[in-house]
């Protein structure tokens, strides 16, 4: 499918596991970027990459990783989860006119 | 970025134009307006941007007046699936600009 897909939609975990949040787009943009959405709060930027091999952290990147090999997948790795990650997730890339294209989201429960 | 500021929310009848307003005062020469929309438990959708002519998309028209202060979303024939939080924001044009989405206007489409 052409467009940008995130996996798994759902998800539940216990507090300490890893988990990795997965991120793929069809249109080989350059840029790509990370958010995060509480109740109460707008999009948070946890972390941004301007191509393959280069990231770089956003406002609330603590408690996250992130790799990118290959220009369209950027994954996100909670490397021991916690409560506060308890979220939604939004993964974005940018089009030719600077313009976000938004994934629908990963909503991640931390028990 | 600019701060922009948008009545908290708006009511529009169905099948009638819905007009969006926000205010920019202080946006600077090489920033553009961009608008987005969230509805409920999706991720953010891009529906158009501009420097300082109007556009018109399939989606909406954007007027952005003169001194460039200001500017008006307008969905043509607005339709329940309208019904969304709508953001404007103020960005320059470059790629990595993270998106920081305000309270936006929460646009009910009334039957």
């Known amino acids: 499918d052409a467009g940008i897909t995130q996996s798994p939609r759902y998800k539940i975990t216990e507090t300490g596991r890893q988990v990795t949040l997965m991120c793929h787009q069809t249109w080989s943009h350059s840029y790509m970027f990370w958010y995060r959405q509480d109740l109460g709060h707008g999009l948070r930027l946890i972390y941004y990459?301007?191509?393959?091999?280069?990231?770089d952290k956003g406002e609330v990147p603590d408690g996250y990783v992130v790799s990118r090999s290959k220009t369209e997948n950027f994954p996100l790795t909670l490397e021991s989860a916690t409560r506060s990650q308890t979220s939604v997730y939004f993964c974005?890339?940018?089009?030719?006119?600077?313009?976000?294209?938004f994934g629908p989201g990963t909503r991640l429960t931390v028990l | 970025d600019a701060k922009t500021t948008q009545p908290p929310s708006m009511d529009c009848a169905e099948g009638r134009a819905a007009n969006l307003p926000c205010n920019h005062s202080?946006?600077?020469?090489?920033?553009?307006v961009y608008w987005y929309r969230q509805i409920h438990s999706q991720g953010p959708q891009y529906i158009i941007h501009g420097l300082k002519n109007n556009e018109t998309n399939e989606m909406a028209s954007l007027i952005i007046t003169e001194d460039r202060k200001s500017s008006t979303l307008i969905l043509p024939h607005a339709t329940l699936r309208d019904t969304a939080v709508y953001y404007c924001?103020?960005?320059?044009?470059?790629?990595?600009?993270?998106?920081?989405f305000g309270t936006g206007t929460r646009l009910t489409i009334i039957p």
């Open positions: 990459s301007a191509a393959a091999d280069i990231t």
């Open positions: 924001i103020v960005i320059s044009n470059f790629g990595n600009e993270k998106l920081t």
């Open positions: 202080t946006i600077s020469g090489n920033e553009y």
């Open positions: 974005a890339s940018t089009g030719e006119y600077n313009e976000q294209f």
